[in-house]
């Protein structure tokens, strides 16, 4: 493709996008007006189906197919991202060599791990019940076990997080979410939907049907897509080099 023929196709998409976006705005109600009706649907649907949290109802429930969207793209990222930063044919393996860590950054980064594991861990148990859910909380257990990088070294964080299983758990954790929606369908439902478990008490860990289920599903792919994403920038950069050492 050549120079001109990109410029042209971005101006196209560009010029169609900002018409989209110029008629959504129009359509937006007045700022600070009494009148939300996608906002009052949603809270509605959400205390239907015992879901305390609007917002992990509208991610794992009313909008569950969109979520499923937003996963494709991460699990398409991290393996886009793999496959780019394989090891080349022009490079090899150096060992990284131990280093020498400040005191008081390995006490600190050595308390605060586990604290800020169990608190990953935490906002994903309890997505739908408080702010917070599966991506959030994936995001935070997955960068908490780097804390182990900072606080020791590259080997030791090898050791707590083989890159394998965090590949397996990724795909598995995707299989998980398409393996609920199809459920729904073989119950007799569509796909997604809310429908194959009861809804439980409102307000408490078991509640909203399969929200708590298609979250804690999220909340592993995110972490586990992190740690390999993560995995393959820091083999690159601490233990892959080219054969002439640059």
Known sequence: MTPR??????????????ALLVAACLRLPAFGG???????????AALAR?????????????????????MSILFAAVLGCAV????????????PRPARVAAPVRRYALTVLPVALV???????????????????????????????????????????????????DALAASAYLVLGLAGLLAGGSFLANTLLPYGTFDTLSSGGTVPLLNAAIGMEVA???????????DQAVEIEEENGK
């Open 50 to 70: 015992h879901t305390a949290n609007a917002i992990a109802s509208v991610n794992f429930d009313q909008r569950a197919f969109d979520t499923m969207g937003e």
């Open 34 to 44: 009494a009148r939300h009706p996608y906002g009052d649907r949603a809270v509605r």
């Open 84 to 95: 780019l930063l394989r090891q080349a044919r022009d490079e090899h393996r150096d060992p």
């Open 119 to 169: 608190t990953g861990l935490y906002v994903i148990a309890h997505g739908q019940l408080s702010p917070g859910g599966g991506f959030q909380g994936g995001v935070v257990a997955a960068t908490a076990l780097h804390l182990l990088y900072l606080g020791a070294d590259y080997a030791a964080l090898e050791r707590v997080r083989p890159v394998d299983a965090h590949e397996t758990g």
């Open 5 to 18: 023929a990109r410029l042209w196709l971005v101006l196209l998409g560009g010029g169609a996008l900002a």
């Open 224 to 234: 586990c897509a992190v740690v390999v994403l993560l995995a393959r920038f820091l």
